[in-house]
């Protein structure tokens, strides 16, 4: 089963910015941005279909011995289509305002005939995110500069320089950097510059087509330079769920950390402190754990407490990136990011003796990491219990105690506990995702129906539809089947009713009673298929599968699971069913489909159940491929119409 996961999920809350961001978040390609409607264009369309096009991007950092730098950027957009003005016009920079300064060296637009007009004082509009007299803010210290670029017309090219400078280290006496270039964007001219103290250590990689062109030491200043031109893109036809492989891109990384247990130890050393468990933790950890003994027990109640009780909200940048909040915060306001929620929970666990400490992570498309250490290729932290081998993520919410969601699955992580230890994160179980469907229909003369469909859930499915239905008033409940059957264009009564979908569990059942008015035509002919809503259908697992991988595609993400459907449809004496689909079992590679359609006078009875027991959470394009073909096959059975008169 083809899974497309967002590059950055709601939990990436540790932006460890010891240089630019990781390579996700490299510099934008503002040409694929400005244009909503590039997705249609051919697969070996060139950059001339671009509207908006890079014409050069000078970056630089100047580091200090205490790892503190400036950012220099200067980047020039040429407008190639009215679709890009609007787009082109508006320039938004952010940056943490507690370790950092903006300074606007120069905005203007370049116009076709050689002009410069200069963005005005009154185009500038400038954000900040303060505390309450001179206090500083709880939730973020960005600010964001903005600025209209004055007289944009096709032809014109707008410019930008501006100059970032820290007034303090991300992790003290340590820088790190890594960025990557798509070779589908069209690039002018590339320089990158890093221009560090001698006496810092240094490791560096580079990858694709990015030229080093000089690394030497001049007066005591260590200076690498990279430079990259790229004047006739191509556009890669990958699938979204293809997984970020830096050395597929081009580009460089430069770190001081010597590895990647540096990392962590830089980490640890200031999120520990803040896990010694207060008074307050332990008088908490003792009412919550009351009444249990057993130590997976106590652990499972502090996790779903923290779980359930402290919300979401992130300071991803300045110090607090890396520097939890205290403890008395969090609890007095119930918020919290990944490394707060992680702090948190080591404190109550703590509290009631039981062993933990945090762990890095990257919680985006990356599942090998560089050679090359960089602070900012892990951005999630969560907790891990050595007594009971196992990780727990509080920041994922509605996740239940010994499950993690699918993005950290099968992942490496750093351990504050053991830095240089090579961990990872346990993958996915094969076939643990499971669902079993039973539908029992009888159809009236004029087409109505009436009739009960049977859900049971485990794993993934069951933890998505608990957390889709927990917030379900008893009169959402009451008009549930009105309101499914009428985005059908249909009429319907009936009730609904589940397993309590509050507790963070991975198993869940749900029943649907309803009777439904002239939904089918007579005399007719359907596919069968689920009459109510399922998360994981038959149809799903297979046509995960069908979608055509692109030629330079490499591993993408994955998984698979187990679903099961079983049909019971009678229909009046005066009909006549006269052709139902053929009975059909395949197999490929472990994974099967097994589908039997037997007709007892005017009853149809019908079961169809697929393994799909593709492991992930990562394949190789080959193992895709082969899937895909599998999944073709088993298709038409799926289409095969149940005909009536």
Known sequence: MRIAMQRL??????????????????????????????????????????????????????????????????????????????????????????????????????????????????????????????????????????????????????????????????????????????????????????????????????????????????????IVEWTYQNLSPVKRESDPATIFDLERYNGYALSTFRSYGDIAKAYGERALPKAVPT???????????????????????????????????????????????????????????????????????????????????????????????????????????????????????????????????????????RPELKASTPGFVKLHNRQRMDTRLTVLEDGSMKGTVEVELSGMPAISMRASLRELSADDAKDMIKNVFKRGGLQAEGSFTQDDPKPLRGEHRYRAQFEVKQALPVPGAFALGPSFFSPMPVSALVGSGTAEIAKDEGDGTCGGGRSEETYRIEFPATMKVIAVPPNLSLESGGSRYTATYTLKGNVLEASRVIEDATLGPVCTAEYNRAYQAFAKKVLPNLKAQLVYQ
């Not at 909503?36 to 060139?46: D, I, K, L, Q």
């Open 9 to 222: 999920s709601a939990a990436v809350c540790l932006a460890l910015v010891g240089g630019a961001a990781f390579a996700q978040s490299a510099p934008p390609d503002r040409a694929a941005a400005a244009a909503p409607a590039a997705s249609a264009t051919p697969a070996a369309a060139v950059a001339s279909d671009d509207p908006i096009r890079r014409e050069r991007s000078y970056l630089s950092y100047t580091v200090q011995a205490d790892g503190s730098y400036v950012e220099q950027h200067e980047t020039a957009f040429k407008v190639l289509d009215e679709r890009a003005i609007e787009y082109a016009k508006h320039e938004s920079i952010g940056y943490s305002a507690s370790i950092q300064t903006l300074d606007v060296v120069e905005a203007y637009t370049r116009k076709a005939d050689g002009r410069r007009i200069d963005v005005p004082k009154s185009n500038f509009q400038v954000e900040t995110n303060d505390g309450r007299e001179g206090g500083g803010p709880a939730f973020s210290d960005v600010a964001t500069t903005s600025l209209v670029f004055p007289d944009v017309a096709v032809g014109d090219t707008v410019v930008l320089n501006y100059r970032l400078v820290g007034k303090k280290a991300m992790f003290d006496g340590h820088f790190s950097d890594i960025t990557s270039f798509s070779d589908n964007a069209y690039m002018g001219d590339l320089r990158i510059k890093i221009d560090l103290p001698a006496g810092l250590w240094t490791q560096q990689q580079t990858f694709g087509k990015l030229k080093q062109v000089r690394d030497e030491t001049v007066g005591g200043r260590h």
């Open 279 to 417: 008074a307050r933790v332990r008088k908490l950890a003792d009412e919550i754990a009351a009444g249990k003994t057993d130590q997976r027990a106590v652990a499972q109640a502090l996790y779903e407490w923290v779980s359930t009780n402290i919300n979401y909200a992130g300071n991803c940048i300045g110090l607090g990136a890396v520097v939890p909040r205290d403890q008395e915060f969090v609890l007095d306001n119930r918020i919290g990011d990944c490394k707060d929620h992680a702090t948190l929970l080591q404190a109550l666990f703590a509290a009631k003796g039981i062993e933990a400490t945090q762990a890095l992570i990257n919680a985006g498309n990356v599942y090998t990491l560089p050679k090359v250490p960089v602070a900012s290729s892990v951005n999630h932290v969560l907790n891990y219990l050595p007594g009971l081998d196992l990780y727990v993520d509080a920041t994922a919410k509605g996740i239940p105690f010994g499950e993690l969601p699918a993005q950290i699955a099968g992942k490496p992580v750093l351990r504050v506990d």
